[in-house]
């Protein structure tokens, strides 16, 4: 009797054993079995112009999946989210295992004057908020890339130097931005007259404006590691922006990588963009 009670108990604990493992394992494997999802024109704010689309890798986690976060460009006045698609193979080359996700936001409208700074700031603050609320849902971590290029590439560094405590930002990349509103204002007339309207006067008239919009006003000791590339061939931004960031960097000891490309206009060829990407990959991770 004494033996069929032992062997009753032991086939008991075996079961319960087998049982624990076995919840165990589902409990991990649901991550890893996690397959890739694009989710399209995801709303973030109140109008058409707030949304994003974002793109899971498969065999994402919270703890093993950070996110690279994209700005697109056209002078605050154009542009569109799906810029991303031009490079986004190797984005996803370079940052193997992140999570991609790509804004929208309030664009310029030059005849009525409807969009100005701050709105496009301030949306940047917005999604990132959103982003942040959505982590858990879609398995991604905390931690966040930010990049962009051209007007992207400013609001990029405007928020990772001016909002650095909104969401986890570890480093942002910036591709030929404009960094100092009022020494770009003098480019040229066509520049002037883009400026006026979207920073409501010029730097004369409206100062602070000028400089609460420029991402070197908000550089500091404590900014975030910084890695940017400019063409010294661009018309439209002019390579002095990138010149004029490195300096403040470098006066402030941040971590910054700056490189100029010798020839490349405003926008650069799918050769330079698989370059510059991998370098600002390299930095990265070197800095992180």
């Known amino acids: 009797m004494n033996k069929l009670i032992f062997k009753l108990r032991f086939l008991i604990v075996l079961s319960f054993s087998i049982v624990l493992f076995s919840c165990n ?13 694009d989710i399209l024109n995801e709303s973030y704010g109140s109008t058409a112009e707030n949304s994003m689309d974002v793109y899971l890798p498969a065999g994402r986690s919270t703890s093993e999946t950070p996110l690279f976060i994209y700005i697109h460009g056209g002078a605050w006045v154009s542009g569109d989210k799906s810029e991303i698609q031009t490079f986004r193979s190797l984005v996803e080359t370079s940052f193997p295992d992140y999570a991609i996700i790509s804004l929208n936001y309030t664009l310029l409208n030059l005849g009525t004057g409807a969009g100005q700074f701050p709105d496009q700031e301030n949306d940047i603050i917005d999604a990132i908020n959103y982003i942040l609320s959505k982590t858990n849902e879609w398995n991604i971590s905390k931690n966040i890339i930010l990049a962009g290029a051209s007007a992207g590439g400013h609001l990029a560094l405007l928020h990772a130097y001016k ?92 971590p910054y990588y700056f490189e100029a490309y010798p020839g490349e206009g405003h926008g650069f060829d799918f050769g330079p963009y698989a370059e510059v990407i991998q370098k600002a990959a390299d930095f990265i991770e070197g800095e992180l």
């Open 25 to 37: 394992n589902d409990s991990e494997n649901p991550a890893a079995e996690l397959e890739a999802i």
């Open 163 to 254: 909002h650095q405590e909104i969401g986890n930002i570890q480093a942002v990349l910036a591709l030929f931005p404009p960094t100092d509103l009022v020494s770009l204002y003098d480019f040229n007339s066509l520049t002037q007259q883009g400026l006026q309207i979207l920073v409501n006067g010029t730097p004369d008239s409206n100062p602070t404006g000028y400089a609460q919009s420029s991402p070197i006003t908000f550089v500091n000791s404590n900014s975030i590691p910084t890695v940017f590339f400019h063409g010294t061939a661009d018309i439209v931004v002019p390579v002095t922006q990138s010149e004029i960031l490195a300096e403040k960097l470098e006066e402030n000891n941040v």
